[in-house]
């Protein structure tokens, strides 16, 4: 039988229901992640849905001190990332479920944990992230034209809410991004449509987002209602494991 949304997340969902919302910034001690328990409570395989794909592989990236990735929420009008405070230590487990590469197409899910050096610093930078998402709202069109590359960004983004976890509330992220390109020196002319759904969430000093995001040549909903509760599900799931593995 097919999975509808992955057994792990649905495990970790429970494990959640059982810790009866243990306080996300209470005093309980919190030990730093080491790189490999990042990777342990991050995104695993057997949270996606059998239904995304087959023979699925995940790819992992961390990265620390002044090198360490940001927490990102949408684009701006300008093309630039719109970013939240700096960690500490960063991952990142990513796995593609789909891809074209000639014609610059792909699918992908992926889970981010923002580790910073105490749960009163990452409070601050979730506050910081969910008033920033704020800006993320609305519609954004900008045209562009540099260096024989011209083009238009229209995104749309809507800010969802998502369960609270403990004493702090989540929040989520649509986005619909329509790009349009001409690189006159390759003689490439490129129209590609993306939807992106993610769920943030506070884990103790991590900052938690799991993320599905799908890019195309063509104009579709990919975020469907079984994309959502996937991403709602495993980003409670990475949640819980990043506090157990904190806290144990």
């Not at 891809?99 to 930078?125: G, H, I, P, V, W």
């Amino acid at each position: 039988m097919k999975k509808l949304v992955g057994t792990a997340a649905v495990i970790g969902l429970t494990a959640g229901l059982a810790l009866a919302g243990a306080p996300a910034n209470a005093s309980h001690h919190l030990d730093p992640l080491s790189k490999q328990e990042m990777k342990k409570a991050g995104l695993r395989v057997s949270d996606v849905p059998d239904s995304f794909g087959s023979d699925l592989k995940r790819d992992f990236t961390y990265t620390k001190g002044k090198k360490a990735a940001k927490p990102d929420l949408c684009l701006k009008g300008n093309g630039d990332t719109r970013y939240g405070k700096k960690p500490w230590r960063a991952a990142e487990n990513l796995v593609g479920l789909a891809e074209d590469l000639d014609n610059f197409t792909f699918t992908e899910t992926n889970s981010n944990l923002y580790q910073y050096r105490n749960s009163k610093k990452a409070l601050r930078a979730f506050r910081d992230l969910r008033k920033k998402a704020n800006k993320c709202v609305g519609t954004e069109k900008a045209k562009f034209n540099a260096d024989g590359v011209k083009g238009k960004i229209d995104i749309s983004a809507k800010k969802k809410k998502a369960a609270r976890i403990g004493d702090v509330n989540g929040f989520g992220l649509e986005l619909d991004l329509s790009l349009s390109i001409d690189i006159e020196k390759a003689g490439l002319d490129l129209s590609l449509i993306a939807d992106q759904y993610a769920i943030y969430h506070l884990s103790g000093a991590t900052i938690v987002r799991v993320e599905y995001a799908d890019v195309s040549g063509e104009d579709l909903n990919a975020v469907t209602k079984t994309v959502k509760k996937y991403v709602k599900a495993t980003a409670r799931a990475v949640t819980y494991r990043t506090w157990t593995a904190a806290t144990s």
